[in-house]
């Protein structure tokens, strides 16, 4: 899966180097050297990560209009460049990671891998992979019954159960992971439900080894689309 990057600049011979180093972090990138251009491009199209260079004028304002746009942006994170501008100004514009210029190769790599990971972690958190394979619920008066999974998640799975299960009385899950020998079971509880049968479970606990596991194929089949 490769992320997309904008980066805010007419800084070419900066540029080039984060195009480099971006590029090898397997994120698109695109640049722009007028905020205003920036800003309707940020608001009509999805950008992971966006490089800001705070020596460029008229960055100020884009800033602000960003942190207003809130989750409209759809950005994470702000990263902010300038050799003018301090690690207290960066943060209160709004940036998660910053460093200046002149841009060195092994921060920027160390900054944008670590900014990378951020966007990657936030997806696959809450990423969630449809699929189809039985599972069985348990309740709390030892009654087994089972179900359909339809989607799963880091946080929990929504199932679809045919013969009127209370959900009340939902206590344990566990099922196959597709492709896998591996089985999950996990203490959970009911996030929601309906008169259908729908039934969205959150897990409360699951041994770490288990989380560990669900974590990685869940990062295969995000990455395998």
Not at 58 to 75: D, H, I, W
Not at 134 to 145: A, D, N, Y
Request: hydrophobic content about 40%.
């Amino acid at each position: 899966m490769t992320l997309s990057s904008m980066v805010v600049s007419r800084d070419w011979q900066e540029v080039s180097v984060l195009e480099c180093i971006l590029g090898g972090l397997h994120m698109n990138v695109e640049i722009e050297t007028e905020p205003q251009r920036a800003m309707a491009r940020l608001t009509n199209s999805k950008i992971d990560a966006m490089i800001v260079d705070c020596d460029l004028n008229g960055t100020g304002q884009f800033l602000r209009e960003v942190q207003q746009a809130g989750p409209r942006a759809n950005t994470v994170p702000l990263v902010i460049m300038g050799g003018t501008h301090g690690k207290g100004e960066a943060e209160a514009m709004g940036a998660m990671f910053a460093f200046e210029k002149p841009i060195s190769v092994e921060q920027a790599v160390r900054t944008l891998s670590a900014a990378r990971n951020m966007i990657l972690d936030g997806r696959l958190r809450y990423h969630r992979a449809g699929l189809e394979v039985p599972v069985t619920l348990k309740g709390r008066r030892q009654r087994h019954v089972g179900a359909q999974l339809i989607n799963l998640s880091q946080g929990g799975l929504q199932v679809h159960v045919d013969d009127g299960f209370d959900a009340r009385d939902l206590l344990r899950a566990s099922f196959e992971l597709p492709g896998t020998k591996s089985s999950v079971k996990a203490d959970v509880e009911v996030a929601w439900s309906d008169d259908r049968g729908n039934v969205g479970i959150r897990f409360v606990k699951i041994p770490g080894s288990m989380q560990h596991t669900l974590r990685v194929w869940l990062a295969q089949q995000y990455f395998a689309n």
